[in-house]
């Protein structure tokens, strides 16, 4: 599970950080999680260091589903999101308290196996061509498979399958 990082704003709806806005430090798609910058943390009392207690600070994930919401810029309120596509055929993100675009992070183009960017990508000698896409190599009958291998190999049947009896 590789993070992505991001950067955009989330209000917290659990916990005592319910209300707060925060910055995403990064998501972990496979969970559904995201971690908010200092908020949702959980603190641990540690062996004591030179006399001292020593408090540790831990950021918990939370749901990006149900636990937060994205904060619209317009107006700092948080907002549902519905994806709708522009007059260019572009895919976008849009408020839908504000009917605003919500412009995805950077980090969102990136693949987590090298971290290059989608818009980088060209087609290359090892890539497959149109015409061999679009070339039909099955044609479907309603044949068993193995009458489907015998007119093939171009066998003739003439045995008579015996009866059976369902019950």
């Given at each position: 599970?590789?993070?992505?990082?991001?950067?955009?704003?989330?209000?917290v709806l659990i916990g005592k950080?319910?209300?707060?806005?925060?910055?995403?430090?990064?998501?972990?798609?496979?969970?559904?999680?995201?971690?908010?910058?200092?908020?949702?943390?959980?603190?641990?009392?540690?062996?004591?260091?030179?006399?001292?207690?020593?408090?540790?600070?831990?950021?918990?994930?939370?749901?990006?589903?149900?636990?937060?919401?994205?904060?619209?810029?317009?107006?700092?309120?948080?907002?549902?999101?519905?994806?709708?596509?522009?007059?260019?055929?572009?895919?976008?993100?849009?408020?839908?308290?504000?009917?605003?675009?919500?412009?995805?992070?950077?980090a969102a183009e990136d693949y987590y196996?090298?971290?290059?960017?989608?818009?980088?990508?060209?087609?290359?000698?090892?890539?497959?061509?149109?015409?061999?896409?679009?070339?039909?190599?099955?044609?479907?009958?309603?044949?068993?498979?193995?009458?489907?291998?015998?007119?093939?190999?171009?066998?003739?049947?003439?045995?008579?399958?015996?009866?059976?009896?369902?019950?």
């Amino acid at each position: 599970m590789e993070p992505m990082s991001s950067d955009f704003i989330v209000q917290v709806l659990i916990g005592k950080d319910k209300g707060r806005h925060g910055l995403v430090n990064f998501i972990i798609k496979e969970r559904n999680w995201c971690y908010v910058e200092g908020l949702n943390c959980e603190y641990k009392l540690e062996e004591e260091f030179e006399g001292q207690p020593l408090l540790k600070k831990t950021e918990k994930p939370l749901l990006v589903t149900s636990e937060v919401r994205l904060v619209d810029p317009a107006d700092n309120e948080p907002t549902d999101i519905e994806w709708k596509y522009t007059e260019d055929g572009k895919k976008v993100r849009v408020s839908v308290r504000s009917g605003r675009i919500l412009p995805l992070p950077a980090a969102a183009e990136d693949y987590y196996d090298d971290f290059t960017q989608i818009s980088s990508y060209k087609d290359g000698d090892k890539d497959t061509n149109k015409e061999e896409l679009q070339r039909v190599t099955f044609q479907p009958s309603l044949k068993s498979f193995e009458e489907d291998i015998f007119d093939q190999m171009g066998i003739k049947e003439d045995r008579k399958p015996g009866k059976t009896y369902w019950y």
